[in-house]
């Protein structure tokens, strides 16, 4: 067994000394959901527990989307995945099924009485167990769902348990709204789920109308979506068509109109991110996020190598800020931030940059898309795009900068600023430019 499953699986037995007493005497029946690579290598998902029989294991569509081999850590070890089913056409909740019965017994459903205790999972793989605070009821896919404060940077799936070490619910949502705020199906609504009662397992709603056979396809950065050969239901004229995509890494959704006539337009991804697609026709002209159907497009963006083109270099980067009524183009090459702080990352008195110095050689002027990303210590991701251009005179020293304060306020507003490492990096075309590396304390 490698160390990095051995380290996984201290942190999940450690973390049984925080069950209420009644559980201590049991095997816990909490997983971590883990994606193992070729070479053994593991990175975590998200949380699971053990429902229904010994080999059934209930998490969300969030912590199953392995890049290699899907596993689940805990009582028994590391168990092998066989199968994995959607209870309902369109709930975030999944049945895992196990290649072997775990030696632990399934958790019973129990209920939203305080105190609650979320068990759960961080990027970093360190299982724990904490108080659910300022709990309240909150509506979500037509059913009032627990809103709570939990720890930041949690993987999807955690579960809250009750006194009993019963589930009292499980997360399926961050909340934008205040920090580290997460949105959980009760026990009520996960029994409904799981025994297919839920008004999820409807038709979509009238009007609406889910569209298949569009194709995705990654190059230079861009995910260009094509849905020419489409045949949408009648009233195409007057409807609204929209695409909606997730990113693996993150606990939201994006959305975006489209021009139906154009046969496709085009989105900027990541490298080595995973996307998740849905096109949605909708007759009445209202776009409709109630809920998501079962099937989705999946493409994954490749990894690709650092830009190296034209003898590219990037010979510095770093974070800069400067007050926030400067005007931009009046902005002198700014100092590095030497103290980043969440207080210097939340000032609204500053405005934030990214600071670049690269060298690279070029006969002719070049044009290049730019994205910019920050990485959470969770994971996940915020981002924007521009255009970056390549000049004859500045190649032996092209200084410049972009502002990235709305990236910080996106990461502040989902998963607020959590201690531990966050990347600021710019992409070329989809491959790497540069980035900076800082740490929270």
Known sequence: MNKRIMAL?????????????????ALSPIYTMVSVDARGGMTPLGTAVLVEDAATLLTTIWAAQPDGQLMAVGSGGALAVTEIRQPDGNSPLLRVTLAQPSPAQPAELGTAEEPLIIRGVTAEGAAFSAPARHVTITPLDGASCLLYTGIAGTLPGAVLTDAQGNIAGMAVATYTEGVH???AYTAEKIGAVLR???????????GINWLNGFTA???????TVDWSGVVPAEGAADSAFTLFWVDGANGYYTY???DWAEGSAEVSVLPGHTYLMWLQQSMTGEVDTSSFPQAALITEAPATPPFTAMDFVNAASCLACTDAAAEPENLDLLSPMEDITAASLQDEGLRLYLQVTNTYHTQQEREALLTVALTAPDGSCYWDTDG???????GENDSWFVEVTALFRDCEQFTGFVPGPYTLAYYLDGQLGGEVVFALQ
Not at 196 to 206: I, L
Not at 217 to 223: L, R, Y
Not at 388 to 394: A, C, N
């Open 9 to 25: 699986l201290c942190a999940v037995l450690m973390a049984m000394v925080f069950l209420p007493a009644q559980a201590q005497e």
């Open 181 to 183: 705020r997460y949105v």
């Open 196 to 206: 297919g009662e839920t008004a999820r397992n409807a038709p979509a709603a009238e």
């Open 217 to 223: 396809a990654v190059e230079h950065g861009m995910m």
């Open 256 to 258: 975006a109109p489209l």
């Open 388 to 394: 970056y251009v390549f000049l004859p005179e500045l």
